[in-house]
């Protein structure tokens, strides 16, 4: 990835990733996907937290971007609800759990579960 790349218009468009990053093994690996769609330039990553706290520049970014990629860990789904509490619309919102991982609280996933979902929600966007 280029290093000096700041702006959401040369890196991954217009697109930003959030991960719920919770204390379980898919809020880890909801991280460790959102670094690597930015690694792959397929958007940039914002914090989550920011728009929970309703800090109104994270807020404005995630309205006017073209599409707000949301990975939450399990059914819990908090950024999805953050987003629905702003009335933020222009979402892909996917949970983790839905693609067959069981929530336990392994910190330290395995990297080849976090490659096999990076391809499966690639092909989904």
Do not use: W
Request: proline residues 1%.
């Amino acid at each position: 990835m280029n290093q000096n790349c700041r702006c959401n218009c040369s890196c991954g468009g217009n697109r930003i990733v959030y991960s719920c990053s919770g204390g379980s093994n898919v809020g880890q690996i909801t991280n460790d996907l959102a670094r690597k769609f930015a690694e792959e330039n397929l958007a940039v990553m914002s914090c989550g937290i920011a728009l929970g706290g309703d800090l109104k520049g994270f807020i404005a970014s995630a309205k006017q971007s073209e599409k707000n990629i949301l990975l939450d860990g399990c059914q819990v789904g908090c950024l999805g609800k953050v987003f629905a509490r702003h009335e933020i619309t222009n979402i892909d919102h996917f949970i983790l759990t839905d693609f067959g991982i069981q929530k336990n609280k392994d910190l330290f996933p395995e990297a080849e579960c976090v490659t096999e979902i990076f391809y499966k929600l690639k092909q989904k966007l």
